[in-house]
C-alpha cells in the first residue's frame, strides 16, 4: 500500500472517531476539542519548515590517511592558539597530552583528550618552530617530538629558527601556520608567499588596511594556497544555515544582528604575565619592529607582550579578534561580501588598564544594494548572552544566546506574525509564532565537559567543536585538514584569500571609523577606504 493510500485511512479512522465521539452530547464535545488540541499542539512543536528544507548529505567524518602526500609545516607564534594549531594538525606537548588524559580520566564527559587522538592523520610533519619567546618555542618543540597523538609516530622534530625569515630559508618546509600577534601578519604572510611556501594565517587577516591590500595582491600573483584562520567554516550548523537561508524560507532578509558578550579579565585580554618572561627570553626588540610606536624594554613591554590584544599598536581590538569570527560567519552563510559603508562607536569604560582599544564597540555595516544592515554590539563587562540574530520579513532565525531558547551553536526559526509566505499557516493555527517552526541542534546527545565561562562562549560561537555524524570533532583541526588538502589538490580551501579580503577589509573600515570619528565608505573600483 502507498504512503498516500495509509495517510488516506488514518484520516478516515480518525474522521470516524471523532463523529463517534461527537454523538456524546458532553463528553463528546470536551474530547473532541482535547483531540484537536493535542494535534494543535503537536503540529505547533514540530519542525513544520522540514518538509520544506532542501536537505544536504552532511558532511562526512573523514577516515583513514590524508592524501599520499606527505607534507612538512612549520608554526610562527606558538602561543594560545598557535598550539591549537598544531594540535589540530596533530601534534601536541607532552604536558598537554598528560593533563587532558588524566582530565578524561577523572571525568567521564571531558571529551578534550578523546577527540585529539580520534583525529585524523594529516600525514605531516612539524619540521620548523620560530617564537620570540624562549619558553613557547621550547614548547612548539616538544610538540613536534612527542609519540602521543593520532596516527603514526612524527616522521620528523622541529628545528627551532630565531627569526622567521631563517625557517622561511628551508626549501624543505612546504607550508606555514602564522599565529603571530596581528602586526606581524602581513609581513610574515608576504614573505612566505614569496618564498613559496603556502599559508595558514590566523584571523584578523591584518593590522591595517594598506597591509590588506598587499597581501592579498601578493597572494593571488604567487598563487599559494592561503587560509584564514576561521574554523567557523567547519561548523556544520553554518552549512545548514545557508540552505534555509538559500532557499528563501527567511524571506527577504534587511537586518542582521552579531554580538559579542564577556565578562572576564581573560575575556577582555588581561592575559597572565609568564613567570619566565624577561629581557633575555623574549625578543622585545623584533617584536615591536612593525609596530608604530616604540616602547624600552620593562613592566609596560611585558603587559603588551603577552596582552597584545589591548593596544593598536599590534592589533584592532574586538573588531580583528571577535567581530571579524561573528562577520565571518554570517558572510559564509549569506555571502554578504564588503559593505558599502561603515561607521562605529564606543569607548573604553570598564578596563582602565592603559589599554587604548575600547572595550565596549558598536558598529553598524550598510549593504544599499542588498537592501541590508549588519549591526554588531560588543560588550567586556556583561556575559548576557544575545547571540545572532537573521531577521527576515517571513521568518528570524536565532543563533546561541538564551533569548533563542538554542542549544550550542545550533539555532532555531521563528515565523513572524506578518509572514507573507507564511500567511495561510499562521490562519489556519499550523504556525503559532510562540514555538519554533524548525529548530537545528547538532551532534551528539551527550553532556559535554565545558565548564569554565571562556569555552562556554566559545562553544556556543561553535569553535570549540563541530560534529559530523554524531561524532565531536575540532573545528581547528578540520580547517588546517581543509588547507592541507587543498594545498596537495591545488584546489581553494573554505576561507580562502577572497573571502579573507571580504572580512580584512570590513573589520578595517569599523576600526578606521572609530579611530577617525566618521563614516568610512569602500571603493571597490580604487580599492579605497573613503
Not at 399 to 416: C, E, L, N, P, R
Request: aromatic share 10%.
Amino acid at each position: 500500500m502507498s504512503e498516500n493510500s495509509n495517510q488516506q485511512n488514518n484520516d478516515m479512522k480518525r474522521r470516524e472517531l471523532l463523529k463517534g465521539l461527537a454523538t456524546v452530547p458532553v463528553l463528546g464535545l470536551f474530547l473532541v476539542n482535547l483531540w484537536q488540541k493535542i494535534r494543535r499542539d503537536t503540529l505547533k512543536k514540530s519542525n513544520i519548515l522540514a518538509n520544506l528544507v532542501q536537505e544536504k548529505s552532511a558532511p562526512a567524518v573523514v577516515k583513514g590517511l590524508s592524501d599520499s602526500r606527505h607534507l612538512n609545516i612549520g608554526i610562527i607564534g606558538y602561543g594560545g592558539r598557535g598550539s591549537h594549531l598544531i594540535r589540530g594538525a596533530g601534534f601536541a606537548t607532552k604536558g598537554w597530552t598528560d593533563t587532558v588524559s588524566e582530565n578524561a580520566r577523572k571525568n567521564k564527559l571531558d571529551k578534550q583528550f578523546a577527540t585529539f587522538m580520534s583525529q585524523e592523520d594529516l600525514n605531516c610533519s612539524l619540521v620548523g618552530v620560530c617564537d620570540l619567546f624562549d619558553v613557547n618555542a621550547e614548547l612548539a618543540m616538544n610538540a613536534s617530538q612527542n609519540e602521543v597523538r593520532p596516527g603514526v609516530k612524527p616522521q620528523a622534530t622541529a628545528t627551532r629558527y630565531r627569526h622567521y625569515t631563517e625557517l622561511l630559508a628551508n626549501d624543505n618546509i612546504d607550508a606555514v601556520v602564522v599565529a603571530t600577534p596581528d602586526h606581524w601578519h602581513s609581513r610574515i604572510a608576504i614573505d612566505a608567499a614569496k618564498a613559496g611556501k603556502h599559508v595558514y594565517c590566523e584571523k584578523g587577516l591584518t593590522r591595517t588596511f594598506d597591509e590588506a591590500i598587499d597581501l592579498y595582491d601578493t597572494v593571488k600573483k604567487t598563487g599559494i594556497t592561503f587560509q584564514l584562520g576561521h574554523q567557523n567554516r567547519q561548523v556544520e550548523a553554518n552549512e545548514k544555515a545557508k540552505q534555509i537561508i538559500d532557499q528563501g524560507l527567511l524571506g527577504p532578509i534587511n537586518l542582521v544582528e552579531i554580538a559579542t558578550n564577556r565578562n572576564s579579565p581573560w575575556g577582555a585580554w588581561v592575559w597572565g604575565i609568564h613567570p619566565k618572561g624577561n629581557k633575555k627570553t623574549i625578543d622585545w626588540d623584533t617584536f615591536q619592529e612593525p609596530s608604530p610606536n616604540k616602547v624600552p624594554f620593562g613592566e609596560e613591554a611585558l603587559k603588551r607582550f603577552f596582552r597584545w590584544r589591548c593596544w593598536f599598536d599590534y592589533g584592532t581590538g574586538l573588531s580583528g579578534d571577535l567581530l571579524s569570527h561573528d562577520f565571518d560567519a554570517i558572510n559564509q552563510m549569506m555571502e554578504i561580501g564588503i559593505p558599502k559603508y561603515a561607521s562605529s562607536t564606543g569607548g573604553i569604560y570598564f578596563y582602565k588598564d592603559g589599554r587604548d582599544v575600547p572595550d565596549v564597540w558598536n558598529a553598524t555595516f550598510e549593504y544599499p544594494d542588498k537592501d541590508l544592515t549588519l549591526l554588531y554590539s560588543a560588550t567586556l563587562s556583561s556575559n548576557n548572552p544575545r547571540g545572532n540574530r537573521i531577521m527576515g520579513h517571513d521568518a528570524s532565525m536565532q543563533m546561541g544566546g538564551q533569548s533563542g531558547g538554542g542549544s550550542v551553536h545550533g539555532f532555531i526559526v521563528t515565523a513572524d506574525s506578518e509572514s507573507t509566505q507564511y500567511k495561510d499557516r499562521l490562519n489556519s493555527g499550523i504556525i503559532n509564532t510562540r514555538y519554533p517552526i524548525y529548530t537545528y541542534s547538532p551532534g551528539s546527545k551527550q553532556i559535554d565537559g565545558v565548564t569554565s565561562a571562556t569555552s562556554r562562549y566559545f562553544a556556543n560561537k561553535g569553535l570549540l567543536y563541530t560534529y559530523r555524524e554524531g561524532k565531536r570533532v575540532d573545528p581547528t583541526h578540520l580547517h588546517i585538514k581543509d588547507w592541507l588538502d587543498s594545498i596537495r589538490d591545488g584546489s581553494q580551501p573554505k576561507c580562502n584569500i577572497e573571502v579573507a579580503f571580504h572580512e580584512a577589509v570590513a573589520c578595517h573600515m569599523a576600526t578606521e571609523s572609530y579611530l577617525q570619528g566618521r563614516r568610512i565608505e569602500w571603493d571597490p573600483v580604487n580599492r579605497k577606504l573613503i
